[in-house]
């Protein structure tokens, strides 16, 4: 009853402070409806910009351009409290207010595409989702111009996206079209491109491909060419390079690597980098030499039918199989969606699958072929978990997997204990040598 109360009150507020007067309404109403959205109290912030666009419309007609703040407020909140009808169609509004006002290429529309395509990510239509990211960038590029430097936010941002939904190769083209901006301005050595470099180095991993550490030289290069760099961004390298010969399994070169890192380090970076072990992002076959063949149905130029047998990739991410790999990923915000690169997909694939589990990826559909039935729904998969406890060496391998406790099959648990051997581990580092470390802890969810 008390929240009750308050809530009333704080309502009963709001109205009168926008009722207070004209010369008020674009100036104290802003900034009450964004207190409320800022301290989470979305209920009181909907109220209050539903009387904003109320008092803007009377004032300046349903076509103003002071309507677009308040409904994007309006549509933020909506989407804060999961209405997402309403979100979609205020957004839709507020979007067509800008293209009316200001233009159908002006970036006042950003804001709003990235509330459209966390809305469809909320409904799972991930291809809408991607299309939203597209066209935002089309707009960045209209507007910067797309050798500009000044798109290069834009590019980090799509790389991301990219990144995120599992696009690799887009991500890995982004990030190349980034480093070709930066060194057209004639300077080949240029540190800004070291985030890019970094990144397309995780993303070879991911993409199991060959040879993350040879593009990481390019930084080092860097490094040499510009010996004012700061100590942050000679340890952000090292640490990397020290991975990428940790995944290879050249154990000597990723200690000398991880050496140069501690010692480019202050003592908080080398707490928050080497206490305990962690995992490193990259994607991996479970059956690296499985004979299993596969036959799909073709036809061809003729209309014949025929049967030819399905690619390495194509395998991978069959929905009738269990877990043929699994992903390690680069944020933790990841999207739990894939979207596949058409370079391996067949016409009749689905463009998109579900991927579950934190820290580890599996395909979503190829995990239920090894749970019972009872264990399908996303409520159920929610509550499923497994327990492990087990020794990163100083290479970085793993050792003595156990399942201290868990609610999954006897085949969930194999399937982690088989990842977790073929996975790496960024080592403990201690006085900046490589350490065993013993009963390390991890719990997998599957929460989709």
């Known amino acids: 009853m008390l929240i009750r109360l308050l809530i009333l009150v704080s309502i009963t507020l709001v109205s009168s402070v926008l009722a207070a007067s004209d010369s008020d309404d674009t100036t104290v109403a802003p900034e009450l409806a964004l207190s409320f959205e800022a301290n989470q109290e979305f209920e009181l912030a909907i109220d209050a910009y539903q009387q904003q666009v109320t008092k803007a419309e009377a004032a300046f007609g349903p076509f103003s351009e002071e309507l677009i703040d308040p409904l994007m407020g309006l549509a933020r909140s909506y989407f804060a409290v999961s209405d997402y009808d309403a979100?979609?169609?205020?957004?839709?509004?507020?979007?067509?207010?800008?293209?009316?006002?200001?233009?159908?290429?002006?970036?006042?529309?950003?804001?709003?595409?990235?509330l459209m395509t966390q809305i469809y990510l909320s409904q799972r239509e991930i291809e809408m989702a991607d299309k939203q990211q597209i066209f935002s960038l089309f707009i960045s590029e209209h507007h910067f111009g797309k050798e500009s430097i000044d798109l290069l936010p834009a590019l980090a941002k799509m790389s991301m996206w990219y990144m995120d939904t599992g696009q690799y190769r887009h991500?890995?083209?982004?990030?190349?079209?980034?480093?070709?901006?930066?060194k057209s301005s004639g300077n080949t050595h240029e540190p800004s491109q070291i985030p890019a470099i970094i990144e397309t180095a995780k993303i070879k991993r991911l993409r199991r491909s060959c040879c993350s550490h040879k593009i990481l030289q390019d930084a080092l290069a860097i490094v040499d060419a510009n010996p004012d760099i700061g100590n942050d961004l000679r340890a952000w390298i090292y640490v990397e390079l020290a991975d990428s010969y940790t995944v290879r399994g050249e154990a000597e070169k990723a200690a000398n690597n991880y050496r140069l890192a501690w010692q480019?380090?202050?003592?908080?970076?080398?707490?928050?980098?080497?206490l305990q072990p962690r995992p490193i992002a990259l994607s991996k076959e479970l059956e690296e030499k499985s004979n299993l063949r596969i036959l799909r149905a073709e036809k061809n130029r003729f209309g014949r039918g025929k049967f030819e047998p399905m690619s390495v990739e194509e395998k991978l991410l069959l929905e009738t199989l269990p877990p043929q790999e699994f992903h390690i990923p680069v944020n933790d915000h990841d999207y739990k969606v894939r979207i596949r690169d058409r370079m391996f997909r067949h016409p009749e694939d689905k463009k998109t699958f579900?991927?579950?589990g934190h820290p580890f990826q599996f395909v979503h559909e190829q995990l239920l072929n090894i749970l019972p039935?009872?264990?399908?729904?996303?409520?159920?998969?929610?509550?499923?978990?497994?327990?492990?406890?087990?020794?990163?060496n100083q290479k970085g391998s793993i050792r003595e997997v156990e399942v201290e406790s868990s609610n999954v099959p006897a085949k969930v648990r194999r399937l982690m204990r088989q990842v977790l051997r073929k996975t790496k581990f960024r080592p403990r580092i201690l006085a900046g040598e490589m350490i065993t470390t013993s009963q390390v802890q991890l719990y997998q969810t599957f929460e989709p």
């Not at 991500?171 to 930066?182: N, P, T």
Request: proline share 0%; net charge negative; no cysteine.
């Open 87 to 114: 979100a979609f169609k205020t957004n839709e509004r507020a979007q067509h207010l800008t293209h009316r006002n200001q233009g159908v290429y002006s970036i006042r529309q950003l804001e709003g595409i990235d």
């Open 171 to 182: 991500a890995q083209d982004v990030l190349a079209r980034s480093r070709d901006i930066i």
């Open 264 to 274: 480019a380090m202050n003592e908080k970076q080398r707490w928050d980098y080497f």
């Open 354 to 356: 579900r991927v579950v």
């Open 373 to 392: 039935q009872s264990m399908h729904d996303d409520e159920d998969l929610a509550k499923l978990y497994v327990e492990l406890s087990f020794t990163v």
